[in-house]
């Protein structure tokens, strides 16, 4: 066994005690393990019937609906995943966390091992999990819901890139890259490296070097210019702060080929004064996450299987959701939107975010940050075409979400060739229809979308002529029924929204295009109040939480995934104190359209309602094949304490025929809930606030909110 003897003797002397019943069963040499299960099966089953009518009927199917679900007792979501557990006790799982090995599921034969001093190989977190699961079936854990206020205390404890001290201390960090900056200018004037735009004037002093300097600070091109490119310039433009270990995997990573690239906007956000002198010691840990590369991710590195199998895109072959697609540049799920990925810069973003599901794609060369190279080719004018072809002779898209990379990426003029294409495909459908019989005509196009990272990496990008032609476009777009314009973007900390970000994100509404947050749940983001606070302050400025997603990908994410009971966890006791009353609903609905008063329409009905955000996203997970989801049950635990989770698809959106055919889809955790705890515990946090997340081993996916009615979801 590679646990400690002592702690393990303990824990199962405490299961023992605590389960008399349950341990005569297991101890009773007259039962092999089939009679075992059968045994234990007929006592949970008999309590059940009697006891928990409602978690028999819904672990039997027999009423599975929404009400049912958020009708279940704390005590029931233990039985249904105890009679899981048995139903699939032996059942193997490929683990794609493991380069596909098999991995069995026997929690209960190997706990039945563990009582009677047999050899087994397992991990003190697996029976961590069984423990705390057996103490849920006894009642000995209640589920204790947070209060209201108590959730506010957590918010108050994560600050915001808008309040003064930060932007302070963020300030003088701009000050010292700026002066980094201005040596390696001078330094370049002289070389073969020279910028024909960014060079000093001869004979130019230090102060004015540096005036000259603040003035391209607010150009994105200078920022994408000088983005560092190396881990040795990481650290030196953040002050030499970057610790030991983190150098050495960040070196490592860059010796097998995973990029380097921040702007030095992004740098000047993150905190580097030591952490005794910090007001809040944690607080940019949520983007140090996504900047800084793991040791897994470094292992992994080579052999990263692909998480969303639909997004191989083979031209003319189905793609694992069943679409025939022109090429990859267009990526399809689901029958009403499709996904679209211009060959021009759009295909490189503002960072590299160590989660990134493209580390794939640069594990195999495909992408890069050679950001000349991106520009678009001769052919792409052609592409275009074929896939604007492709969207007008679809009979069920009518929403397109234009990503990259990052959309934003892309030069105006390349996103205005794109848009203007946008624009004349979707005329060009509604004109077809017109000739068309009624129940032959096509669906048309009402939504288009941008995804961007940018009001977070480069919010310098966001220029009155970028936003001139979003303008534009969203009223050419209104009067051929295109509703809805819409900005995804993707900030995952309140500490990400500065002043700068806030004000990119003004004149995106101030242009008519609604801004939406597609959070990433990583595990800094998913500490106590870090989600709740982002949403108030997103509100703040704006902007409207669509999804909040659970990091995706296998072992090379593992340091960056947060559990999935810890997003139904946050769902049920963080986000619940931003719930809209009903009667709110209706005026929600008209917010997307007048997205210039984005902020007074948040505002009125946080006011109204007494809520401190509006509770507008969904925590869910995007899985292969069947897309979002939060709909699942824990059927499994791997030896080591790792859940293994079934995943049915969201039946209240239409999906192709192969999903609805496929079901479902089975997940193995890439680590077990101890060890997220144990991460927490080193970001400061107190493990016992997080105690019923042992319980959350059952999701469904929440309704909508009213606010995206009409969106696709
Ligand atoms: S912004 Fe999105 S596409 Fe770009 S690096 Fe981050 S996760 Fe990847």
Request: proline fraction near 4%.
């Amino acid at each position: 066994m590679d646990i400690h003897h002592e702690t393990v003797s303990s824990l199962l002397q405490a299961i023992q005690a605590e389960n008399p019943v349950i341990s005569s069963y297991m101890l009773d040499d007259s039962m092999d393990n089939h009679a075992l299960f059968d045994c234990l099966r007929s006592h949970y089953q008999e309590i059940m019937k009697r006891d928990f009518p409602t978690a028999w009927a819904y672990y039997t199917g027999e009423d599975r609906n929404e009400a049912a679900f958020f009708r279940l007792t704390w005590r029931a979501f233990a039985f249904i995943r105890i009679m899981d557990y048995l139903d699939h006790e032996g059942s193997s799982y490929v683990d794609g966390n493991l380069q596909g090995q098999t991995v069995v599921s026997n929690p209960i034969a190997l706990t039945r091992k563990l009582f009677r001093g047999e050899p087994c190989e397992v991990h003190l977190d697996f029976i961590l999990d069984v423990l705390h699961l057996l103490r849920q079936l006894n009642g000995k854990e209640i589920q204790d819901i947070p209060s209201r206020s108590q959730v506010i205390e957590w918010m108050d404890r994560h600050p915001s890139g808008l309040d003064p001290e930060v932007v302070a201390w963020r300030e003088k960090n701009k000050r010292r890259i700026m002066v980094l900056l201005v040596e390696r200018i001078r330094k370049e004037n002289s070389g073969a490296k020279a910028s024909a735009t960014y060079r000093f004037k001869e004979g130019l002093d230090d102060a004015d070097a540096l005036r000259q300097v603040e003035k391209w600070w607010n150009e994105d091109r200078f920022h994408l210019r000088y983005a560092v490119r190396s881990t040795a310039e990481v650290n030196r433009y953040l002050d030499s702060s970057v610790d030991a270990q983190t150098l050495r995997i960040m070196g490592d990573a860059e010796e097998r080929g995973i990029p380097v690239f921040a702007t030095p906007y992004f740098l000047s956000l993150i905190d580097t004064r030591p952490v005794s002198e910090r007001e809040h010691p944690f607080a940019d840990e949520a983007l140090r996450s996504y900047l800084f590369y793991s040791q897994d991710l470094v292992d992994e590195f080579g052999n990263i299987n692909a998480w969303e199998k639909e997004d191989v895109v083979e031209p003319g072959k189905p793609n694992e959701a069943g679409w025939i697609l022109p090429s990859h540049n267009i990526h399809r799920r689901y029958p009403n939107v499709a996904i679209f990925i211009p060959d021009t810069m759009g295909r490189a973003c503002g960072g590299l975010c160590a989660y990134c599901q493209r580390m794939y794609d640069f594990q195999n060369g495909r992408f890069n940050f050679d950001l000349d190279k991106l520009r678009p080719k001769k052919t792409w004018s052609e592409i275009l075409h074929e896939s604007m072809v492709y969207f007008r002779t679809d009979p069920f898209l009518e929403d397109i979400l234009i990503t990259g990379g990052d959309a934003l990426m892309s030069s105006v003029s390349s996103l205005k060739q794109v848009l203007d294409a946008v624009l004349k495909m979707a005329r060009d459908k509604k004109r077809d229809n017109e000739v068309r019989l009624p129940e032959e005509r096509l669906a048309e196009f009402r939504r288009v979308r941008l995804g961007t990272k940018l009001p977070i990496y480069l919010p310098q990008r966001v220029t009155k002529e970028l936003v001139a032609v979003l303008e534009q476009f969203r009223l050419d777009a209104k009067e051929i029924g295109i509703s809805q314009c819409i900005i995804q973007t993707h900030f995952s900390s309140a500490m990400e929204v500065s002043v700068d970000s806030a004000k990119a994100v003004r004149r995106l509404l101030d242009a008519g295009w609604a801004v939406t947050n597609q959070e990433v749940f990583t595990v800094a983001a998913s500490r106590r109040g870090h989600t709740a606070k982002l949403r108030q302050v997103l509100n703040d400025i704006g902007v409207l939480p669509y999804y909040t997603f659970t990091v995706k990908g296998f072992k090379e994410n593992r340091e960056l995934f947060a559990n999935n009971p810890r997003s139904m966890q946050e769902q049920n006791e963080e986000k619940s104190i931003g719930r809209v009353d009903y009667r709110y609903h209706s005026t929600l609905r008209s917010f997307i359209a007048d997205a210039p008063n984005m902020v007074e329409h948040i505002e009125s009905i946080r006011s109204a309602d007494e809520v401190p955000f509006l509770a507008t996203d969904r925590n869910t997970i995007n899985l292969p094949g069947v897309g979002k989801s939060n709909t699942y049950r824990t059927i499994g635990l791997t030896s080591d304490g790792r859940r293994i989770l079934e995943f049915e698809f969201d039946h209240t959106r239409p999906h192709s025929l192969v999903i609805e055919k496929m079901g479902s889809v089975v997940i193995i955790e890439s680590k077990s809930v101890a060890h997220y705890l144990r991460q927490l515990q080193q970001m400061g946090e107190d493990p016992a606030e997080y105690a019923s997340i042992w319980g959350y081993s059952a999701g469904r996916l929440e309704a909508r909110s009213t606010v995206f009615e009409g969106m696709s979801k």
